[in-house]
């Protein structure tokens, strides 16, 4: 993957509406989650492409300060050849200070291809810079609407299994409202005074059948009796003998 087309992704990521995408979606949750998986993916496949850029320009860095150094240093031998001719011309030796004189020009010509190097990579280096800069500012703000993006989803799962409750209770009071318990109770009530009216009804029927009882055997002493005075009256005797 390519700097340009990391910034570009990430540029497209960070800035994705995300409630506008819950809105034109059927179902929220699966966007949110196919979401979530897509910048998750994002994020890795940056975070290896970041780490390798970063990486290659740590690798200039390096050749930079090396270039660096090493101008230093033939610009330190450049001087001690000078130095060294100086002294050699001085005691009078010219060939041999003509040599040190022309192993300080090689140094010297070596400090500048090392300057030259080092100052060649400045602007790429600055560049490269810039570019890692903007892709982990880039990095950072993906990562932060993963996390606004874990959060939604958790929301919009808690609210769904918010709702199914309160739909289980509706429908629960609904079906409740549609039995209407008291009028259940209502007729357990009926069919109980049903029942205690027939106990009723038996016990007065048991009751009747009793008087009936004593009404005959009532009846039975009242004939015994009005034979009884027949007899008398047969006999000589008097209704009122029989009263008394």
């Known amino acids: 993957m390519s ?15 995300i409630n506008s995408l819950l809105d034109q979606a059927e179902d929220p949750q699966l966007m949110l989650d196919q979401l979530v998986r897509d910048y998750s993916n994002s994020i890795a496949e940056a975070e290896s492409a970041i780490a390798q850029t970063i990486g ?31 002294e050699l011309r001085t005691a009078g030796n010219s060939a041999d200070a003509d040599k040190f ?3 300080a020009k090689v140094a010297l010509g070596r400090q500048m291809q090392s300057e030259n190097e080092a100052k060649g990579a400045e602007p790429t280096i600055t560049a ?9 500012s880039g990095l950072d703000k993906m990562r932060e609407k993963l996390n606004q993006l874990s959060a939604k989803r958790d929301e919009l ?39 205690e009216a027939k106990v009723r009804g038996q016990q007065e029927l048991a009751s009747s059948s009793l008087d009936a009882q004593f009404e005959s055997l009532e009846d039975i002493g009242e004939q015994t009796e009005i034979e009884a005075r027949l007899a008398a009256l047969k006999t000589g005797g008097t209704s009122g003998a029989i009263l008394s």
């Open 3 to 17: 700097k340009q087309s990391i910034l570009g992704r990430i540029a497209q990521l960070a800035k994705a509406n």
């Open 56 to 86: 290659n320009l740590r690798l200039l860095e390096d050749d930079y300060r090396e270039d660096v150094q090493s101008s230093k240093e033939w610009g330190q031998k450049a001087l001690a050849a000078s130095r060294k001719a100086d």
């Open 101 to 103: 004189d022309n192993l």
């Open 128 to 136: 490269q810079t810039e570019v890692v800069e903007k892709l982990k």
């Open 157 to 195: 799962a808690a609210r769904a299994k918010t709702a199914q409750a309160q739909a289980q209770v509706h429908d629960a009071l609904k079906s409740i409202d549609l039995m209407d318990p008291t009028s259940e109770v209502s007729r357990f009530e009926e069919k109980v005074r049903r029942e």
